[in-house]
């Protein structure tokens, strides 16, 4: 979830990057369309991974849905600007967030059900609700993320590239997971 809640969190800093015609309330409403494109996709990505993890193992699942959100995190940080690609910055955009709102549904339901499964007897309740401890972790961790930003740099660098920061945190945090999920049994 940090990667989702930086999107929303740096909106107001990219913007006018990927969406330049229009004032500045147009402009936000078009992103915050691309972030409840995120939203829609969950349930599918729950029901594809939910498939992916029957047929193939949590473990197989959890790889490819962390992969995802790297990938996702990771295209958003590099992406080109509307004045540099013109109409394509929105729409790559828009497919980064689809690959995200895909692995956020698929990443929900599995990790529950892995911790589920892993816990020790008559702890599975206390070991399922650390899947929302993180999620709550992820929101503060990009808000945190945001508020030393806003130390460290200007409202115009931000607006011009730091932005692109936490998404790129947020890809190497995502490898992170990737190096770890690699020896879940």
Same mark, same amino acid.
């Given at each position: 979830m940090?990667d989702f809640?930086?999107?929303s ?5 990219? #913007?006018? +990057?990927?969406? &330049?015609?229009?004032? @500045?309330? @147009?402009?936000?409403?078009q992103?915050?369309?691309v972030?409840?494109?995120g939203?829609?996709?969950?349930p599918?990505g ?20 962390? /992969?995802?959100? /790297? ?6 940080? /590099?992406l &080109? @600007? ?5 109409? =394509?910055? &929105?729409?790559l955009?828009?497919? #980064? ?8 549904g ?5 990790? #529950? ?35 030393i930003?806003?130390? =460290?740099?200007? +409202?115009e660098?931000?607006k @011009? =590239?730091?932005?692109r920061? &936490? ?9 992170v997971?990737l ?5 879940l049994?």
């Amino acid at each position: 979830m940090f990667d989702f809640y930086v999107y929303s969190f740096c909106a107001l800093y990219f #913007a006018s +990057a990927f969406f &330049p015609s229009g004032d @500045t309330t @147009t402009q936000l409403l078009q992103t915050a369309g691309v972030f409840a494109v995120g939203f829609l996709m969950r349930p599918i990505g729950g029901w594809l991974f939910g498939y992916i993890a029957d047929k193939h193992g949590r473990r197989t699942s959890m790889l490819i849905s962390v /992969c995802m959100m /790297c990938c996702g995190s990771f295209v958003i940080a /590099c992406l &080109p @600007t509307y004045s540099v690609i013109g109409h =394509w910055a &929105p729409a790559l955009l828009l497919l #980064a967030r689809l690959f995200q709102g895909l692995s956020v549904g698929g990443e929900y339901g599995t990790s #529950a059900t892995y911790m589920s499964e892993v816990a020790v007897e008559g702890k599975r309740g206390f070991y399922a609700s650390f899947q929302y401890v993180t999620l709550i972790g992820g929101q503060l961790l990009a808000l945190l993320v945001l508020v030393i930003l806003q130390q =460290w740099l200007s +409202a115009e660098e931000l607006k @011009t =590239w730091g932005w692109r920061i &936490p998404f790129a945190l947020g890809g190497l945090l995502a490898i992170v997971a990737l190096y770890l999920r690699r020896s879940l049994h």
